[in-house]
């Protein structure tokens, strides 16, 4: 609690002028996203709530295209690392866990991003993240398998016990129809799940009326981390 305290009470500080005007709507998203100080659990609520702090940052123009990458491969990357140590400093409780049948205790985005990254590369397969060896050489630079290093330290016995569903995974033949099978899974476990859902607030930068997506012709690719 005292560190939650601490972490918000500074959040203006870091704020440039082009972002203070939307201050209270930046700053309702960026204190929910690293979990709950009374029940003190974190979850994918808390997770997306970091997301939609990004989001705003883009939507308001302080963040442009020329940012996609650093933000997943520098500011999401951080902010996993840094959630990573509160929930085994604090020994936070995973929110809305579904234990063995869920993805993750905790997290379910990196996954999506990790799967992406692997897309154009040749040399890992979706079969090759349940290889020790694989993981070990190739964690720091691949956000998926650094998640999968992670439950293997957090988490004891047979891999497809104790995460069922990333081992289903793992039989999937490309990435590309992994990152596609996530984000229909994260769509529907999610974005669609009440309990999860019904603590998100829109406002002014994030409404809750649907609008036209209108995606850039422009492509690129994910690379490894070492790389950013």
């Known amino acids: 609690k005292q560190w939650y305290q601490r972490r918000v009470r500074g959040i203006e500080d870091f704020l440039t002028d082009d972002t203070k005007p939307a201050v209270v709507e930046l700053k309702a998203y960026f204190d929910e996203s690293f979990g709950s100080f ?3 659990d974190y979850g ?9 702090f990004c989001c705003c940052l883009y939507k308001i123009g302080h963040l442009d295209e020329s940012d996609w990458l650093a ?10 690392d840094l959630m990573r140590k509160i929930q085994l400093w604090y020994k936070l409780e995973p929110a809305g866990s579904q234990g063995v049948w869920g993805l993750d205790d905790y997290q379910f985005l990196p996954f999506i991003f990790g799967s992406s990254q692997l897309i154009a590369n040749p040399e890992i397969t979706p079969q090759d993240f349940v290889n020790p060896n694989v993981v070990a050489k190739h964690h ?4 998926f398998l650094g998640c999968i290093k992670f439950i293997n330290d957090v988490k004891t016995g047979p891999f ?3 995460s069922n569903q990333l081992w289903n995974i793992s039989a999937v ?10 984000i229909k899974m994260y769509k529907a476990e999610v974005l669609a799940k009440q309990p999860v859902i019904q603590h998100f607030v829109f406002g002014s930068i994030l ?8 995606l850039p012709s422009s492509t690129f690719s994910l690379h490894p981390l070492k790389t950013v």
Do not use: P
């Not at 033949?173 to 996530?182: C, E, R």
């Open 140 to 143: 720091e630079n691949f956000i």
């Open 38 to 40: 009374v029940r003190i």
């Open 173 to 182: 033949q490309t990435w590309s129809k992994v990152n596609s099978g996530l």
């Open 44 to 52: 994918t609520g808390h997770e997306i709530n970091f997301i939609a």
């Open 207 to 214: 409404s809750f009326e649907e609008q036209k997506v209108v």
């Open 71 to 80: 933000t997943v491969f520098y500011l999401f990357v951080r902010y996993l």
């Open 160 to 162: 497809a016990e104790h």
